[in-house]
């Protein structure tokens, strides 16, 4: 199946630094990509649509200037969450969406523990 | 975007199978139902996905109703590695995005 791949797995930072995360479709172009948070013991929360080569459209609630999204290529998509605090601890997963002339489907990256002290 | 119910928490014992159930009484015409689960600290994987008639795989299968306002996802033998959360989502066949529901913990019991 198709694989994506989520970096890092998992990171630790202090409040006011920015963290990158990164999220790549390794054996398919994706001109899609979502991007969501997850709480402990609670569902995925949609962060952000990202499209290849256009802005991000982002959930309602959710900063556009906080969680910085780039879609440069059709393989990759990056978050940045920008001056992050202690809420922002979360579990944040990444997706791409790969179509066919039949169907859809969403892949997964394992996801990004962030925790900010 | 329509919205899904199903229960919070099932179980199962090994080898049985499991019916898990979703509710989408407001499905449009367009919509796909899609099933996900998500094993513990991992992302969410792709289990099935249908429109109108019943579909099988190798992972699962899934009947959806008639009238399409609820389906259900079958495992025909439950497995210690079917432990997960499973999501039941409606997607739009000209949508874009996908929305979670709050999705149901299966447990399965040895």
């Known amino acids: 199946g198709a694989v994506v791949s989520q970096h890092p797995s998992w990171v630790i930072c202090k409040s006011g630094t920015s963290v990158k995360i990164e999220c790549r479709s390794l054996d398919f172009q994706a001109t899609t990509m979502f991007w969501y948070r997850q709480f402990p013991k609670q569902s995925l929360m949609l962060m952000a649509t990202?499209?290849?080569?256009?802005?991000?459209?982002?959930e309602q609630g959710v900063e556009k200037d906080k969680f910085l999204i780039n879609h440069a290529s059709l393989t990759l998509s990056t978050l940045t969450v920008t001056s992050a605090h202690p809420e922002d601890s979360s579990f944040y997963i990444c997706?791409?969406?790969?179509?066919?002339?039949?169907?859809?489907?969403?892949?997964f990256g394992s996801g990004t523990q962030l925790s900010v002290l | 975007d329509a919205k899904t119910t199903q229960p919070n928490s099932m179980e199962s014992n090994e080898e049985e199978p499991v019916h898990l159930p979703c509710n989408h009484s407001t499905i449009s015409g367009t919509d796909y139902i899609h099933w996900y689960r998500q094993l513990p600290s991992q992302g969410p994987e792709y289990v099935i996905h249908g429109l109108t008639s019943n579909v099988n795989n190798r992972m699962a299968s899934l009947a959806i109703a008639e009238d399409r306002k609820s389906s259900t996802l079958i495992l025909h033998r439950a497995t210690l590695r079917d432990a997960a959360v499973y999501y039941c989502i409606l997607r739009d066949g000209g949508g874009n995005q996908f929305y979670f529901g709050t999705g149901t913990s299966l447990t399965v019991i040895p």
């Open positions: 997706s791409a969406s790969r179509r066919t002339a039949t169907n859809e489907k969403l892949f």
């Open positions: 990202s499209n290849e080569g256009s802005k991000a459209t982002y």
